[in-house]
Each structure stands twice: as C-alpha cells, then as structure tokens.
C-alpha cells in the first residue's frame, strides 16, 4: 500500500509538473440571438443588473468610488464575487469588466463581452472572453482545485450558464 | 517555398492549438503552420539560418529550420522556459526559467547547457545589449530588473509593477510593468531608472527611430510614445488583447499579436495606419524577437 501511494505521489508530480505552465487561460464562446445588435447591446451593457440573466446569481449590489463602478455578485451556491467595470464602449458594442476578488477559482480575470450584427438586421452575435490565470502560481504540487482545470472548468461553466439565459431573456421579450 | 527566398516573415507561436503560424509580410499572408509541442511561447533567432521557440507546457525548445521552415531539433530542458535571447557570434543562448527563479545558458551548437544563473522570482523576459555586454531580466513577481554581466548579477534595479516584457536598444534598458500600467526606463551607464505611462496591463514594446511603441492588453491598443519627450502621441487602435510587438524594417511595417482575437495586426511605420489584420492560430503571442528576413 505504501508503495502504491510513493507511486502516486510521484505520478501526480510528474503530471502537474508537465501540465501547466505560466498560461493564461481563455474562454471565448458565443450565442447567435434573434434580435437586432441595438436591442441585444441594451441588455449587454447594462452592468448593474445583469443578475436577469445570470442563473447563478442571486442578488447584485452596485458601489462606485469616485469614477469607478463594482458590482458584488451573490452566488446561488455561496459565496461571492467582486466585479469591477472597465468600460463600456458604445461604438464597438463591447463592455470590459474584471474580477476583483472572489468565490472563484482564477487569478486576474479580464472579461469582455462583444456584441455583433448577424446575417441579418434582426439577427445578433454575443461572444464572451474571458483571459485568466490559475489561483496558484507558483512551483508544483498544484493545491487542489488552484489549477488550471479548476479554473477552465469554473469560467466554462459561468459562460456555458449565461448566454443561453440571455439568449432566452432577449428572445422572450420580442 | 522558392517564392519566399528575398521574404521577410513573422514566427507567431500560437499557445492555444500549439502552432507556429509562418506568415511572410511582404505579401501579408500565412505562408505555412507548424505543429509544435505543447503551450508554444517564446521566439527567438540563433543564426541567420535558424529560429528557436519555447514550448511552456512540454518543457522543451524547438529549432525551426528558416530555409525551409520545418522543424529540425527539439531540446528536452525539465523546466518551463519562458524568455529567450541569443549572443549569435558567440552561439550563446539565454533561457528563463519561471518557475525555478533561474536563467539557463545554452550553447546553440550542441545544446549543452553551459551554466545557470540564480535570479529573482518569475524571470519572464529577456534582452541582451551588445554595447554594454549586458543581459537584463524581468523579475515579475518581485518588480525588479536584474542586470547581468559576465553571467554574474551586477545589479537589481526596482521597476513598476509587474514587469514582465524587457527591451534595450543603445545605452538604455526598458522593463514593461503590467500592473503599474508603465514602462521602466533604466540607464545603462548610470543605472537611473524613471518611469513612462502606458496604456492598461501594458505587455511588451519596441522603440523605431524616436517613438516607443507599447502594446496595450486590456485596452486593445498600442500606445505611441515620443522617446526623448516621453509625449503621448497617439494610441493604435488593434484587435483584442495585444501583447507582443516587432518591427519589420523591410517593409516598414509595426507587427503586433492579438492573443484575444487570433491575429497579427500590420501598421505602416510612416503613417501609423492599419493595413491588415492576418488571422493565425490560436491564442498568438510571439513573445520576444519574431520577425526575421532573408539577407
């Protein structure tokens, strides 16, 4: 048994030394939405209450210090997620935010989400980014739940949620 | 690839599908895609003959023949290497290794590793300057430059936040500092350092004739800045999440990476204009010196 377990350690150093490296990690998905670019960015852009189409959340709070917006997500399954607004840019239809600090397994999250035309006037895309690190950043062993799976699997399943609600939610309003 | 003799190309490692996309800038098109190892970073010339790059997940470099464009060697290193930067007379190499707070020396010949160099934290970016025989390192988790000479630390310069991009040119040295949205500008004579504003989580940058250009990454552009002024001239506006940045004097042309969108943007040195976005592989980064042309 003893042995069993030296090897495993050893099988789990071998792998974690192999599987990572000082990556970013990216989630870029996106939703076609049978609405016009204009009626989709309306929804998009609104920072402040996008719990409408975030299932996972439960309650936003909205501060802002001087210039600066931050929205404090409550999660459904406990815990929270601090926000941060970077910019709202009306012309390309993009708005940036950041994570602060949080319930959620990553390390310097910047996100954007893009709104573009589709193959007609009532026809929109959205896509989701998000750029991101693990927790952990230093030398193997990797904590568990600080690699970079955890956190794929954690901004996989946040942007897997939302845009089908959002979807829902725009194309329920028409 | 005959009609390629006389090209000048970009190298763009791509770390989302572990390629490297050929893409020859006189007629601004990928010319070819290489399947590397995995997490493929870093870019860097050892010979007029031959490109290296640094494969961050598989702990390997790869040499890539230019006369063909194939693959030619790989080199098992038992670390993640981050930056590169040769001494071609010399067929000397410099490779960082992040995680081990170390810079490896590699003869390019052999591929013997010759020495190591114990530095700070995270030792991201690399750059040699020849005038002053010099190799300066960014230490990102400790905000610090080191400068090394003879292979021993000579001095640790205090940078921003964050630096991680390193660039020299003549008797200056330039840290790029990603949190502290700033450039380090170190004196190479007297090691004084100020600093110069960039745009948000700046990346990398180059400097062609009197203007500093500095990539942008979470504001998707380049800042331009007057080198001897320190003035702000102009943002370029390019796709999403530029990071790394080359000038390609054959065609007069500024190179930048776009991480977030999957392309290179090409501008015209003159007139600060966009001439086209090429698509490449995914997740393009290109981190050090990437464009190269035939003489």
């Not at chain 2, 470099?61 to 670390?79: A, C, P, W």
């Not at chain 2, 380090?184 to 004579?189: A, P, S």
């Not at chain 2, 009197?210 to 007057?226: A, G, L, M, Y």
Request: charged share 25%; glycine share 4%.
């Amino acid at each position: 048994m003893k042995k069993l377990v030296v090897f495993l350690t050893a099988l789990f150093f071998v792998f974690t030394a192999f599987a990572h490296g000082p990556t970013p990690q990216k989630v870029q998905k996106s939703v076609k939405i049978a609405a016009s670019p204009a009626t989709v960015w309306s929804v998009v852009k609104d920072f402040d209450n996008a719990n409408k189409w975030l299932p996972f959340v439960s309650d936003i709070k909205i501060e802002t210090k001087g210039e600066e917006k931050f929205r404090t997500l409550t999660l459904k399954k406990g815990g929270k997620v601090l926000e941060k607004l970077k910019g709202i840019d009306d012309d390309l239809m993009k708005i940036k935010f950041e994570i602060v600090e949080g319930d959620v397994p990553v390390a310097d999250c910047n996100m954007y989400i893009t709104v573009t035309k589709g193959a007609n006037d009532n026809e929109s895309e959205v896509q989701w980014t998000a750029r991101f690190y693990r927790v952990y950043k230093l030398n193997p062993p990797i904590p568990e739940g600080q690699d970079d799976e955890s956190a794929l699997n954690a901004m996989n399943s946040v942007v897997d949620a939302a845009l089908p609600e959002l979807k829902k939610l725009i194309e329920s309003q028409k | 690839m005959s009609g390629c003799q006389n090209s000048t190309v970009a190298l763009i490692t791509n770390q989302g599908d572990d390629t490297v996309s050929i893409v020859n800038l006189n007629d601004l098109e990928v010319i070819k895609t290489l399947q590397t190892d995995k997490g493929p970073l870093g870019v860097e010339f050892i010979d007029t003959n031959h490109a290296v790059i640094s494969n961050t997940k598989h702990q390997t470099l790869q040499v890539i023949n230019l006369n063909n464009f194939e693959i030619t060697n790989r080199i098992k290193l038992g670390f993640t290497p981050l930056g590169m930067v040769s001494i071609k007379k010399e067929k000397r190499l410099y490779v960082s290794s992040w995680y081990e707070n170390k810079i490896y020396l590699f003869d390019t010949q052999s591929w013997k590793q010759l020495l190591q160099i114990e530095v700070a934290k995270t030792p991201s970016g690399l750059a040699y300057n020849d005038k002053h025989g010099l190799l300066i390192c960014a230490n990102r988790d400790e905000n610090i430059a080191t400068i090394i000479k003879d292979n021993k630390i000579l001095k640790t310069i205090k940078t921003g936040e964050h630096p991680f991009g390193v660039y020299t040119r003549d008797d200056q040295a330039f840290t790029v500092n990603v949190y502290s949205n700033n450039i380090t500008q170190i004196d190479l004579n007297n090691f004084s350092s100020k600093e110069i504003n960039s745009g948000n989580h700046p990346y990398n940058m180059v400097i062609h004739k009197n203007k500093i250009f500095i990539t942008n990454t979470q504001d998707d552009t380049v800042s331009v800045v007057n080198k001897t002024t320190q003035e702000f001239i102009v943002n370029l506006k390019t796709q999403e999440v530029p990071e790394n940045i080359g000038i390609d004097e054959t065609n007069n042309q500024l190179v930048i990476t776009n991480w977030g969108s999957n392309t290179i943007s090409i501008f015209d040195l003159n007139t600060l204009k966009l001439i086209k976005h090429i698509k490449t592989g995914k997740e393009s980064r290109a981190f050090g010196n990437f464009i190269w042309s035939k003489r």
